[in-house]
Structure formats: structure tokens, C-alpha cells
């Protein structure tokens, strides 16, 4: 890779970690509805012009029904689960949870579309799931509430409601230009979610803090962050591009503790390195399978 695309690779890495960060700071002051529902939309508002600057607008008016589709039940319903979460859980174990989602894709590849896996794939699964085991165990994860146990299953269930999104994706809406599914997807998202955004409003005003870390969230993270991984994927391929999935979690973790100071145990690195051991392995990154990478949404 040239220079110019290893620091893109790491930029993106930032807002995409950050976004863990930010979305643990900002969902107290807002609630997980309002916070989903805004920062969505302020990323479709930033993405839209680009679907128009690409002459992709006509695929865009021709498959609303499969874009709510995508929006509903496979962006807006894991965005306000992971951010539920986040008002239980660290930004960082949020991160590693979601690494998963590979681990999961390639969970439903085998069972659903009949994808072989594979020894080395296989094996991948097996890491990753017990990484997540070690991050569970003992007294190394400190959770925010007496939640965290279930908001640990919220997040997991985001990467799994991820997976099952992006092999319908890959299924039903091949042909159509990936920045119009993303774009409108997160239109739909957001909209779909206005009503309970609106009747969860919280009724002491977020701080200024609080809107600061929402406007990133939404131009930064989702918004500026989903067109940097678009450019990624066109000059240097999806296999390279999905590096960002094992930086994304380390910023997390770091920034947490720096930001929000968060504990940062060896139990919670060790138990990310496994599960990042396993998601390289299930993608076949590593290993003898040929690389098989599942369609990123957004983050």
C-alpha cells in the first residue's frame, strides 16, 4: 500500500474506534433513541450528495422498499442496541464484541448458504468465541451498571443482527452502487427511528459536551468515516481495507481510558487479541482459506 493509503487506514481506524468512545459519552446525556436517530441521519444528509455526485440517485428512487429493509430491521434495531449497551458497558469491550460480526457472518455462510469453512476457519471460530469467554471471566471487566451482562448480549446481538444484514445484502441488493444501500439504509434508519427519538427526548438539555460528541459521531464516524472506506475499498481492496476491524478496537480501548478513564486490564487485552485472533482467522486473512470478507456497515 502507498503512504497516502496507510494513513487513511489509520484516520478511519480513529473515527471508527472513536465512535465507540463518543457513543459511551453521549448516550447518557441524550438516550439511545435521540442520539441513533440524529447521528444516522446528519451521516445519510453527508452521504446523499455524494450518491448524487455519482449519478446514483435514479437506484436510489427505485428500491425504497428493500433500502427500508436494510434501514429497519438491519441498521436501525443494531445501532440502538449497540448504543443501549454502551450506557452499561466500557467503549472498549463494546468494540471487541463487535469485532465478532465476521465470526458470526461465517457462522451463517456455513449453516445457511452452505459456504464450507474449513480447518482454519473453523479453528478461527473457536478462538474468537473463547476470547469472549476471557473477556467474561473473573473480575477483569468492569461493568457501568448492574446491566453490563445483558448489554454484553445487546452488543453480541448487534453483531449478529450485522452478519445476517450484510448476507441479505450481498444477496439482495447485488448491482446496486454500495454508497446508495449505505446511504439509504441510514436514511431510512434514522427516520424510522424519529417517533421514539421523540417521545424518549431527555427532559434536562444534553450539555454542549454532549452535542459536541453527537456532531462527531454523526459527520466524523458514520458520515466522513463510511466515504473514507469506500475510497479504501477502490484503490486498495476489501481484504486490506477490513485491517481497520483489528485497529478499531485497540483506539477504543485507549481512548476510553485516556478520555473517559476507563480500566484498561490485561484480562480485556488479552481477551481482545484472541478475539481478534479468531475474526482474522474466520476471514480467512490468516491461514489456508482464501479470504472470503463480509460487507462492513456502518460504524
Known amino acids: 500500500m502507498r503512504p497516502r493509503d496507510v494513513i487513511e487506514l489509520l484516520v478511519l481506524s480513529v473515527l471508527w474506534g472513536g465512535a465507540y468512545l463518543f457513543t459511551r459519552a453521549a448516550v447518557p446525556a441524550f438516550g439511545p433513541a435521540p442520539l441513533v436517530s440524529m447521528r444516522l441521519g446528519i451521516a445519510a444528509l453527508l452521504l446523499l450528495p455524494i450518491v448524487a455526485y455519482r449519478g446514483s440517485l435514479p437506484q436510489l428512487r427505485a428500491r425504497p422498499l428493500a433500502l427500508c429493509m436494510v434501514g429497519v430491521p438491519f441498521t436501525a434495531l443494531p445501532f440502538l442496541l449497540m448504543t443501549w449497551g454502551a450506557l452499561h458497558i466500557t467503549a472498549g469491550l463494546s468494540a471487541v464484541l463487535n469485532a ?9 455462510g456455513h449453516y445457511l448458504l452452505k459456504e464450507r469453512l474449513g480447518a482454519w476457519r473453523s479453528a478461527g471460530l473457536v478462538i474468537g468465541f473463547a ?61 424510522s427511528l424519529l417517533p421514539l427519538a421523540w417521545i424518549t427526548w431527555p427532559a434536562t438539555p444534553p450539555s454542549t459536551r454532549a452535542w459536541a460528541e453527537m456532531a462527531f459521531l454523526g459527520v466524523a464516524s458514520s458520515g466522513i468515516g463510511m466515504w473514507m472506506y469506500f475510497r479504501l475499498l477502490d484503490r486498495i481492496g476489501a481484504v486490506r481495507a477490513m485491517s481497520v476491524t483489528f485497529l478499531s478496537p485497540l483506539v477504543a480501548m485507549v481512548s476510553g481510558a485516556l478520555y473517559l478513564g476507563e480500566a484498561l486490564t490485561l484480562q480485556m487485552l488479552l481477551g481482545c487479541a484472541v478475539v481478534l485472533l479468531g475474526t482474522a482467522l474466520s476471514l480467512g486473512l490468516i491461514g489456508r482459506s482464501a479470504p472470503k470478507v463480509q460487507p462492513r456497515t456502518a460504524t
Open 131 to 191: 476470547g469472549v469467554l476471557i473477556l467474561m471471566g473473573g473480575g477483569g471487566v468492569s461493568w457501568k451498571t448492574s446491566h453490563g451482562p445483558l448489554a454484553v448480549l445487546a452488543v453480541l446481538g448487534t453483531a449478529l443482527i450485522w452478519s445476517i444484514g450484510a448476507t441479505y445484502t450481498r444477496r439482495k441488493m447485488a448491482g446496486l452502487d454500495p454508497m446508495v444501500v449505505t446511504a439509504g439504509s441510514l436514511a431510512a434508519a434514522s427516520l
Open 100 to 108: 465478532t460480526a465476521p465470526m458470526f457472518a461465517a457462522l451463517i
